[in-house]
C-alpha cells in the first residue's frame, strides 16, 4: 500500500548512494564501491531501475502520476517483465535528482512512451541476470528461467537480490533484449487496484497541498488587477495588525506576503493596499473570433494535400461550408496550485505537482539566474492539472519568495482567484471548413483551414518570472518528436495533430494557420487541438452525412480504408443497437427531444482509436442540453489495466461534458473575470449521465495513450446527437441553453 | 494576542492557540492539527472539498468559523477510519475505485457518511442530490455513485 511520508521524501531527495554493479558481483576482483550521483541517463538501465538487496525493486520514472493511475500501471509492467510478484516493485516519480528526463507527462504518452522505456529497462535487467546466473552456474542461459524474483535451473535457484542486491546494472537499455510473451502475462492486462487509492480514500495521502517542511513559512500573492498592469504604489500600514507577518516581498510587477501562518499570510494579502495602473490589452470577448481571424500568422503547415481541392470544389455540384469554434477555458484544477520552495547554500529544491520536473528545474534556474544543476524539483502528487495548469507558477512564486527570506522554506498555496484567473488557458480555437459533394452524394472534396496557436509544446513562461521582469523560460533543448509530428521545431505543434482527416476523399486539403499570439499565457488542457479539431471535423463530416441523406455511422465507414477503425466503428453500432438513418430524425413537435449522434477519432492519425455515441435530450423551450448516455468503444492496443482504463475514459467523458455544454472563461478588457465556480460552472452529479464503454484489448498490439483521446470524440458526438434530435447544428461550444435558443431560433 | 479555543476532533479534545478565533476552521484543521481529510479548494463554499462533520451535520469548513465550532463534535475523514480499518464507506470507495486525483474525495466521503446515517437505502437521485454541492472535476462522479450505492448495501 504505497503512503508516501515525509521521511520518504527526504530520505529520496539526495541521490547520493553507494552503488557497486552487477559486473562487480560477477567478476569480484573490480568491486570497488563509490560514492557516486544516481544515474537518470535515459538510455541507461540504472536510470529506469534498482534492486535492492532485499530483492525490492525501485522504478525511477521520470513520468508522474497525475492522479490517472500510471504509477500502479508502471509498477505492472515492471513487475510482469521482470517476473516479480507485484508488491515487490515500488514506484519512484518525478525527482530531478533520481529519475530519467522522459520529457513532460503529457500526450497520452506515459504508458506508450514511458512505460515502453520501463519494459525495455526490465527486459534488459532481465536477460542480464539470466546471463549473470548462468556465468554463476556454469551453464547456458537459454537453460535458466526468471521467475518470482529468482534465476531457476534445473536444480538450482538464486533471487535477484543475491545476483543485483544493491548494485547497479551498468547497462545501456538493449533494444534487442527479448520481451515476454504477452501470452504469458499474469499482471499486465488484469484490472489490480491502484495502489494510490486507499490512502487518498482514508486521507492518509500526502499531496502537494498536505507537505510541510520544518520551520515552514507560508506565501500568498497579490496579482494585478489587469494582466498587464504595473504596480504604482503599495502602502503597507494595514498589516501591522497581522502579527505574523514576515515580509512582504517586491519585484516589480510580482508582489507576495511571507508569513508563518497560512491565515496570516492569506489576511496580509487581503489587507495590502495596491494601485495598479491601467491596462486593457485583452480583445473584446464579444468580438474574440474576429480577433482570432485578424491575428498574425506565423506560418501555415499543410497536414494533408490530397488531389486539387480548390478546382474539385468549385466543380461540384453540392457545397457546403461552415466554421466552428471551441473558447478560452480553464483547467479547473479542484485545489489550487501550491508548491514548496527551499533554498540552501544557492542550492534550490522544488517540491511541486508539476508536470514536468526537469522543464521546471530549467524554468527556475533561468529565472533564479543559476546553473540548472543548482535546483532540485520532486514531483508530489497534488490535484488534478489536465494539462500545464499553475503548479509550475506557484512553484516560481515560492522560488522569488523564499530568496527574499533567505531561503527559508516557503509554502505557495493559490486561493481560487488565483487559479480561475491566472493559471494559463487553453486557447481559443477556430476551424473553416468546405466540402463538395457530387448529385449521389459522394464527396469530391474537403478543405479546412485552422487557426491555431504558434507553439502548443514550448515552456509556458513562469508567471512570477514574468511579472518580476526575469528569464520567464529557459532555451528548451528538449526533443519534440510527440504529438504525431516531426521532430522539426518549426513544424512540431500540438495543435496540428488530428487536423488532417481519417477519411479517404479524392481532394482534401488540410491547413493550420499558426498564429503569432492568442490572449492569455496559451496551454494545454486534455487533448489539445485534437479535440477541438476533431469537434469540427466529425461535426463537419456529419453535416455531409445529412446532406447526402446518408446514415452518419454507414457514411464514416464509406469513406474508411483502416480495418481497426471499422471494427471499433462496427462494434460501436453493435453496443448502441445503432438503428440505420439519415439525420435529423423527423421528430415530434414537442417541447423535449431526443436524439442520438456519432463521432470518432483515430488519435493524431497514427494510434488510439475511439469511436462515440451520444444520447441527447434538448429542451427546445429552455435550450438545455441532457446527455442520457454516452457509449464509448476503445482501441488503444494492449491494455496494461482495464480498470485503470475504464476510469480514465469515464473521466474524460465527463470533464468533456462538461467542457462542452458549460465552459468558457468570462474576460473584460484587463482580466478573468470567472474567478471562481458560480461565474465558471462545471458538471454537477444531477448532469452526470451514464457512460458505456467497451474495451478492445489487443495483448500482442504496442500499448497506446488513453489519458487524452476519449475526450476529443465528446463536443461532436453532442452536437450531432443535437442535430439529429432537432435539425439544428451548433458551432460553437459551450453549447448553453441561450446558444441553443439562439440556434433554434435561427434555424 | 493569542486566544485558547477548545476543540473535539475525531472525539479527542484539544486546544489550539490562535491569533484570530473568526478565521475559517479549514486553517486549524490543516495546520494546527495537521489534519488533510479537509482540503482547500475555493474557500468559498462553493466546492465541498473541505467538508467536515459537525455534531454529525456536513459543513463546509472554509466558511465555518473556529469560534462556531468550538462547542461541536468534528469529525474528519481521518475520523472515520484508517488505512487499516477503513469505515463502510471508505472501504466501498476504495473497493469501486472511485477516485482519479482523489482532491474531491474527503468531501464525498463526508457526504456520503452523513446521508447513509439518514437514508438507510438511497436512490441514485437521493446520491446525486446529497452530493449536489460537491464538485469533482476529474470525472469520477459515476463510481462515486456506485461507492455510497455499494456503502449503502454494506451498512
Partial sequence: ?747 | MPTSVSLTVNGQATTVDVDDPGQPLLYVLRNDLELRGPRFGCGLGQCGACAVLLDGDVVFSCKTPLSKAAQSKIITSEGLGTLEKPSSVQQAFIDEQAAQCGFCINGMIIQATALLAKTKNPSVAEIKKALTDNLCRCGTHLRIIRAVQRAARNI
Fill in chain 1, 1 to 747: 500500500m504505497y503512503e508516501p511520508t515525509r521521511r520518504d521524501f527526504l530520505k529520496t531527495t539526495g541521490g547520493l548512494i553507494v552503488t557497486f554493479t552487477l559486473a562487480d558481483n560477477v567478476l569480484p576482483a573490480v568491486a570497488q564501491g563509490a560514492a557516486q550521483t544516481k544515474i537518470v541517463a535515459p538510455d541507461e538501465v540504472d536510470a529506469f531501475l534498482s534492486i535492492n538487496t532485499e530483492g525490492q525493486v525501485t522504478v525511477y520514472s521520470g513520468k508522474v502520476d497525475l492522479g490517472t493511475g500510471i504509477r500502479t500501471a508502471l509498477t505492472q509492467i515492471a513487475a510482469e517483465e521482470l517476473d516479480l510478484p507485484f508488491d515487490r516493485v515500488t514506484v519512484t516519480q518525478g525527482d530531478t535528482a533520481l529519475t530519467p528526463d522522459q520529457g513532460a507527462t503529457w500526450g497520452s504518452f506515459s504508458i506508450q512512451r514511458g512505460g515502453m522505456q520501463v519494459r525495455r529497462a526490465a527486459a534488459t535487467a532481465r536477460k542480464a541476470l539470466l546471463d549473470a546466473a548462468a556465468q554463476r552456474f556454469g551453464v547456458p542461459a537459454a537453460t535458466l528461467i526468471a521467475e518470482n524474483g529468482t534465476i531457476k535451473g534445473k536444480d538450482r535457484v538464486i533471487p535477484y537480490a543475491e545476483l543485483i542486491g544493491g548494485k547497479t546494472f551498468s547497462l545501456k537499455l538493449d533494444k534487442d533484449a527479448p520481451l515476454k510473451d504477452p501470452r504469458a502475462y499474469a499482471i499486465v492486462g488484469r484490472p489490480l487496484p491502484r495502489v494510490d487509492i486507499p490512502a487518498k480514500i482514508t486521507a492518509r495521502f500526502t499531496y502537494i497541498q498536505d507537505f510541510r517542511l520544518e520551520g515552514m513559512l507560508h506565501g500568498r500573492v497579490i496579482r494585478p488587477l489587469a494582466l498587464g498592469a504595473d504596480l504604482e504604489s503599495m502602502d503597507t500600514s494595514s498589516l501591522t495588525k497581522i502579527a505574523g507577518v514576515v515580509k512582504v516581498v517586491r519585484e516589480k510587477n510580482f508582489l507576495g506576503i511571507v508569513a508563518t501562518t497560512e491565515w496570516d499570510a492569506i489576511q496580509a494579502a487581503r489587507a495590502l493596499k495596491t494601485t495598479w495602473s491601467n491596462w486593457a490589452g485583452l480583445p473584446e470577448q464579444a468580438h474574440l473570433w474576429d480577433y482570432v481571424r485578424a491575428s498574425k500568422v506565423s506560418n501555415d503547415v499543410v497536414s494533408s494535400n490530397v488531389g486539387s481541392s480548390t478546382s474539385a470544389l468549385d466543380n461540384s455540384p453540392k457545397r457546403l461550408a461552415a466554421t466552428y469554434d471551441f473558447p478560452i477555458q480553464t483547467h479547473g484544477s479542484l485545489g489550487p496550485s501550491c508548491a514548496v520552495v527551499e533554498i540552501k547554500d544557492e542550492k534550490v529544491t522544488c517540491w511541486s505537482a508539476s508536470q514536468a520536473p526537469n522543464r521546471l528545474k530549467r524554468q527556475l534556474a533561468a529565472m533564479l539566474e543559476l546553473p540548472p544543476d543548482d535546483v532540485h524539483c520532486i514531483y508530489v502528487e497534488g490535484s488534478g492539472c489536465y494539462g500545464r495548469n499553475g503548479h509550475e507558477d506557484a512553484a516560481s512564486d515560492a522560488a522569488l519568495l523564499s530568496r527574499a527570506v533567505d531561503g527559508r522554506p516557503v509554502r505557495v498555496q493559490w486561493m481560487r482567484a488565483d487559479e480561475h484567473g491566472w493559471d494559463p488557458k487553453c486557447p481559443p480555437i477556430l476551424v473553416d471548413l468546405r466540402a463538395g459533394l457530387d448529385d449521389t452524394g459522394n464527396v469530391l472534396a474537403w478543405e479546412s483551414e485552422f487557426f491555431v496557436p504558434k507553439d502548443g509544446v514550448a515552456p509556458v513562461p513562469l508567471l512570477a518570472a514574468m511579472l518580476a521582469g526575469l528569464p520567464p523560460a529557459a532555451a528548451t533543448t528538449e526533443p519534440y518528436g510527440e504529438f504525431g509530428v516531426p521532430l522539426n521545431p518549426s513544424v512540431a505543434n500540438a495543435y496540428v495533430a488530428n487536423t488532417a482527416i481519417p477519411y479517404t476523399f479524392p481532394n482534401a486539403k488540410t491547413v493550420s494557420h499558426l498564429l503569432d499570439e492568442t490572449p492569455f499565457r496559451s496551454s494545454w488542457l486534455r487533448s489539445p487541438g485534437r479535440m477541438q479539431h476533431t469537434f469540427a471535423n466529425e461535426c463537419f463530416m456529419d453535416e455531409l452525412a445529412a446532406s447526402a441523406r446518408a446514415d452518419p455511422l454507414e457514411f464514416r465507414l464509406k469513406y474508411l480504408s483502416d480495418m481497426r477503425g471499422i471494427e471499433l466503428l462496427r462494434r460501436l453500432a453493435t453496443i448502441t443497437k445503432w438503428e440505420q438513418r439519415p439525420s435529423p430524425r423527423m421528430s415530434t413537435n414537442d417541447d423535449i427531444v431526443t436524439g442520438r449522434g456519432i463521432s470518432y477519432v483515430k488519435y493524431e492519425l497514427m494510434r488510439t482509436y475511439v469511436g462515440a455515441v451520444a444520447e441527447v435530450e434538448v429542451n427546445r423551450k429552455t435550450g438545455e442540453i441532457g446527455v442520457q448516455r454516452f457509449y464509448v468503444v476503445h482501441d488503444c492496443g494492449q491494455i496494461i489495466n482495464p480498470d485503470g482504463l475504464m476510469n480514465q475514459i469515464e473521466g474524460n467523458v465527463i470533464q468533456s461534458i462538461s467542457r462542452t455544454l458549460k465552459e468558457e472563461i468570462q474576460f473584460d478588457r484587463s482580466a478573468v473575470t470567472s474567478l471562481h465556480w458560480a461565474t465558471y460552472p462545471i458538471l454537477t452529479f444531477a448532469e452526470v449521465p451514464d457512460v458505456a464503454i467497451e474495451l478492445i484489448d489487443r495483448p500482442t498490439e504496442p500499448p497506446w495513450g488513453a489519458g487524452e483521446p476519449a475526450s476529443a470524440v465528446v463536443p461532436s458526438a453532442i452536437a450531432n446527437g443535437v442535430f439529429n434530435a432537432l435539425g439544428v447544428r451548433l458551432r460553437s461550444v459551450p453549447f448553453t441553453p441561450a446558444k441553443v435558443r439562439a440556434a433554434i431560433h435561427a434555424a
